[in-house]
């Protein structure tokens, strides 16, 4: 039985509402709710962010530039913007409290993000990648995404950037990308940069890639994220794979980079000059 003038639930054997007080004799012969009652806000609900205006430029140095309007907001890591309008401000802060800035510091982020407010209309910002590569634009409403360290690049206030532990010991040692990683989930576009080239994939359930460690640039929550050993003697000695490789099991997306910025480091060093004795 429910209330005629506001459609609140009436408990059994109550004389009155108690939302409203309206006797309970008038909701006698009300077996249903009204037709059309007034439904009260669920402030716990996440707001919807605002399309997001944005282009990707620069082919394989590459930036995004974001358009944003009055009051809308991006934040990225300290000094990571490359130029803004004049009005827009900027606000460095410690994003979600200690215990979340010390985990984005172990996923390979700083302590400190900043976050920038235009207060006209049309006003742009760029950030720029810090390595030749891509940079991706992902919807973490679709399904939170696990992301190598470092790659994060800039996002809308409602993406959450945390630390993610890798499951499992054997992924977590040579899976190429360590324990930790960066988890990104929440609502909204966030942007994250890759090193190389980048491949897309879906995997359907149950499918499986191996890659090699360290090529793993990101991949959907739902994929299974894991090691396994390079089979057969020879293979190991002299397959230059290594011993482990990296496996990815659907469902789900992942994306594939063509470098790896640690072996890229690894391959220049021969060639950097040394000081003479």
């Known amino acids: 039985m429910f209330c005629q003038k506001c459609g609140a639930q009436l408990n059994a054997g109550s004389k009155f509402c108690t939302t409203c007080g309206?006797?309970?004799?008038?909701?006698?012969?009300?077996?249903?709710?009204p037709a059309n009652p007034a439904s009260p806000v669920n402030h716990s609900q996440p707001m919807q962010?605002?399309?997001l205006n944005y282009s990707i430029f620069g082919d394989n140095l590459p930036?995004?530039?974001?358009?944003?309007?009055?009051?809308?907001?991006?934040?990225?890591?300290?000094?990571?913007?490359?130029?803004?309008?004049?009005?827009?401000?900027?606000?460095?802060?410690?994003?979600?409290?200690?215990?979340?800035?010390?985990g984005r510091m172990f996923s390979g982020e700083s302590l400190f993000m900043a976050t920038y407010t235009s207060h006209a209309p049309n006003q742009e910002i760029v950030i720029a990648s810090g390595f030749p590569g891509?940079?991706?634009?992902?919807?973490?409403?679709?399904?939170?995404?696990?992301?190598?360290?470092?790659s994060f690049l800039c996002a809308q206030p409602s993406v959450q950037l945390s630390a993610y532990v890798t499951k499992g010991l054997k992924a977590g040692l040579f899976?190429?990308?360590?324990?930790?990683?960066?988890?990104?989930s929440g609502m909204g576009i966030v942007f994250f940069e890759i090193d190389g080239s980048l491949v897309e994939r879906t995997l359907a359930p149950g499918e499986?890639?191996?890659?090699?460690?360290?090529?793993?640039?990101?991949?959907?929550?739902?994929?299974?994220?894991?090691?396994?050993?390079?089979?057969?003697?020879?293979n190991i000695l002299f397959g230059?794979?290594?011993?482990?490789?990296?496996?990815?099991?659907?469902?789900?997306?992942?994306?594939?980079?063509?470098?790896?910025?640690?072996?890229?480091?690894?391959?220049?060093?021969?060639?950097?000059?040394?000081?003479?004795?």
């Open 63 to 102: 930036a995004v530039s974001i358009r944003l309007n009055p009051g809308e907001s991006i934040y990225t890591q300290s000094g990571g913007m490359t130029w803004m309008d004049s009005t827009i401000t900027m606000e460095t802060n410690m994003t979600g409290g200690l215990m979340k800035g010390i």
């Open 22 to 33: 309206t006797p309970a004799d008038a909701a006698a012969n009300n077996a249903n709710p």
């Open 175 to 184: 899976g190429g990308e360590g324990f930790v990683m960066q988890r990104l």
């Open 240 to 277: 230059g794979e290594g011993l482990f490789l990296t496996t990815l099991t659907g469902p789900g997306k992942v994306w594939l980079q063509t470098m790896s910025m640690s072996e890229f480091a690894k391959g220049i060093i021969p060639y950097l000059p040394t000081r003479s004795n």
């Open 49 to 51: 962010p605002t399309q």
């Open 134 to 150: 891509y940079i991706v634009a992902a919807d973490v409403g679709v399904c939170p995404i696990i992301a190598q360290k470092r």
């Open 208 to 234: 499986t890639v191996k890659v090699d460690t360290g090529n793993v640039a990101a991949f959907e929550e739902t994929v299974q994220y894991q090691a396994e050993m390079v089979k057969g003697f020879k």
